[in-house]
T-cell receptor, first 112, second 113 residues
């Protein structure tokens, strides 16, 4: 099993550009989530999904969109990047119930 | 909404000494509590969880945590710290009635040889 994979590992965007952060898991987990990690603030939940076709907002959803068309994939879209979205983004998955989460290696995003 | 407080930014401990990382939580329902560890430039790794049952929970790499309902705490402990335990530690809580996990800001643990 590859576990949770994220691409790209690093990305630099200009303000106003759009992009999609990719996340995939091969463990047939129902629950998937996106977090951003900022110094001194820990991890904050952006969006999460409890299964294909079902998504919900987390603590900091503004400026981000998600969709879950398959169990395996959970992409995160930035429609118009802002410097405040400079962060490290982590995707995670877990079996039904969202208890023990498996994290991807992260994507470091810089918006200039 | 659920929340977690990790009051110390950094914990320094000598190798071989006991290690404690503090965590207090706030939830409206029954708490599900977790500890994760993050090594430099890596994703988070699960250490242990408390859902119900025995208040002392044992996890990976010799770590354990004690659930204290009256003090709303879930402190992480290790009897004898190793230099390789130096990392960032996160406490997290989930209200049993929802699917959202709230993380604390993290504690940097430095184990001094």
């Amino acid at each position: 099993n590859a576990g949770v994979t994220q691409t790209p590992k690093f990305q630099v965007l200009k303000t106003g550009q759009s992009m999609t952060l990719q996340c995939a898991q091969d463990m047939n987990h129902e629950y998937m989530s996106w977090y951003r990690q900022d110094p001194g603030m820990g991890l904050r939940l952006i969006h999460y999904s409890v299964g294909a076709g079902i998504t919900d907002q987390g603590e900091v959803p503004n400026g981000y969109n998600v969709s879950r068309s398959t169990t395996e994939d959970f992409p995160l879209r930035l429609l118009s990047a802002a410097p405040s979205q400079t962060s490290v983004y982590f995707c995670a998955s877990s079996p039904t119930g969202g208890l023990k989460q498996y994290f991807g290696p992260g994507t470091r995003l810089t918006v200039t | 909404a659920q929340s977690v407080a990790q009051p110390e930014d950094q914990v320094n401990v000598a190798e071989g000494n006991p290690l404690t990382v503090k965590c207090t939580y706030s939830v409206s329902g029954n708490p599900y509590l977790f500890w994760y560890v993050q090594y430099p430039n890596r994703g988070l790794q699960f250490l242990l969880k408390y859902i119900t049952g025995d208040n002392l929970v044992k996890g990976s790499y010799g770590f354990e945590a004690e659930f204290n309902k009256s003090q709303t705490s879930f402190h992480l402990k290790k009897p004898s710290a190793l230099v390789s335990d130096s990392a960032l530690y996160f406490c997290a809580v989930r209200d049993g009635g929802n699917n959202r996990l709230a993380f604390g800001k993290g504690n940097q643990v430095v184990v001094i040889p």
